[in-house]
Nanobody
Framework: QVQLVESGGGLVQPGGSLRLSCAVS????????IGWFRQAPGKEREGVSC????????YYADSVKGRFTISRDNAKNTVYLQMNSLKPEDTAVYYC?????????????????WGQGTQVTVSS
């Protein structure tokens, strides 16, 4: 059974930081691409960041570049998203997802398995 479980969300003030975690099981992490996505109420799910399984290359949406950092710890089967300088527009449910082969790394349709999501709210 492939399973992904997100954690680390919560309520933070603008300018604050959070670190999201995605614990995975049921597959070998180093063979899969991992992506972080987010979805605000009434809006489409959008790609935030992803990390490749081959060379460790990372990709970021323009809206988060310079503020968010994705990383992985294969020994712990965990992927992280460090979120700094948070803005109210970052408020959303954040999901991690994985796939063996990814054509468009930042597009939700490229991913096969999804977690349940964790809520991030940025507000004063």
């Amino acid at each position: 059974q492939v399973q992904l479980v997100e954690s680390g969300g919560g309520l933070v003030q603008p300018g604050g930081s959070l670190r999201l975690s995605c614990a995975v099981s049921g597959f070998t992490l180093d063979y899969y691409a991992i992506g972080w996505f987010r979805q605000a109420p009434g809006k489409e799910r959008e790609g935030v960041s992803c990390i490749s399984s081959s060379d460790g290359s990372t990709y970021y949406a323009d809206s988060v570049k310079g503020r968010f950092t994705i990383s992985r710890d294969n020994a712990k089967n965990t992927v992280y998203l460090q979120m700094n300088s948070l803005k109210p527009e970052d408020t959303a449910v954040y999901y991690c997802a994985t796939a063996l082969m990814v054509v468009a790394a930042m597009h939700p349709s490229s991913y096969d398995y999804w977690g349940q999501g964790t809520q991030v709210t940025v507000s004063s």
